[in-house]
């Protein structure tokens, strides 16, 4: 079975702070994906990645970056987290095909 | 712009019968489409999907329908069943469009199953 984990569950953050959202998946995937779901509007993608230390942007990487050192890790950084960046965010990695598979998710609130 | 749009937030249908969620699509470049599953507090997971090569694919009680000229796709629960309950997003991906087949999501349809 694919496992995909993200560090915390639970994240509460004040307005400024720098925030770290560490995944990591087992099973070897080249692709790792970070999303933010919100009510109403979904899941959208914020930055993807192919392969160690390369990026892309995906739809709203607007106040995120990401770094991928290792294969099997996967972070998304908040450089100065906004009380519009509290959501639950999803990690998600993917190998060949379409099929991703998502870690249990990070509800972050920013105060 | 929103390319997947699932139009109903939610849906609620007795244990039993079918249970019918909606998708409609805006790009003609889509040729592949996943529906997931949502429970709270957890990460969605991978239920069903199809090739836009066919119109139907069924895996027991789920079966998602296709129809290109509409641009439109579905997904049957047949029966519903109280552990159905959850947040359903449909999602589309288009092949050769760059690295790692993004998937686009739509915005989700909360499916209540009731006694």
């Known amino acids: 079975d694919v496992k995909v984990t993200q560090s915390s569950r639970y994240l509460v953050k004040r307005t400024g702070e720098k925030v770290f959202l560490e995944c990591v998946q087992d099973?070897?995937?080249?692709?790792m994906f970070w999303y933010r779901q919100d009510p109403g509007l979904g899941l959208r993608l914020i930055y993807f990645?192919?392969?160690?230390?390369?990026?892309e942007k995906g739809d709203i990487p607007e106040g995120y970056s990401v770094s991928r050192e290792k294969k099997e890790r996967f972070s998304l950084i908040l450089e100065s987290a906004s009380t519009n960046q509290t959501s639950m965010y999803l990690c998600a990695s993917r190998q060949t095909g379409y099929e991703q598979y998502f870690g249990p998710g990070t509800r972050l609130t920013v105060t | 712009d929103q390319q997947v749009k699932q139009n109903s937030p939610s849906l609620s249908v007795q244990e039993g019968r079918i249970s019918i969620l909606n998708c409609d699509y805006t790009n003609s470049m889509f040729d592949y489409f996943l529906w997931y599953k949502k429970y709270p507090a957890e990460g969605p997971t991978f239920l069903i999907s199809?090739?836009?090569?066919?119109d139907k694919n069924e895996d027991g009680r789920f079966t998602v329908f296709l129809n290109k000229s509409a641009k439109h796709l579905s997904l049957h629960i047949v029966p519903s069943q109280p552990g159905d309950s959850a947040v359903y997003f449909c999602?589309?991906?288009?092949?050769?469009?760059?690295?790692?087949?993004?998937?686009?999501f739509g915005t989700g349809t909360r499916l209540q199953v009731t006694l």
């Open positions: 199809i090739s836009s090569i066919k």
């Open positions: 999602a589309a991906s288009a092949r050769n469009t760059g690295t790692a087949s993004k998937l686009t």
């Open positions: 990645s192919y392969d160690v230390k390369m990026k």
């Open positions: 099973m070897d995937h080249e692709n």
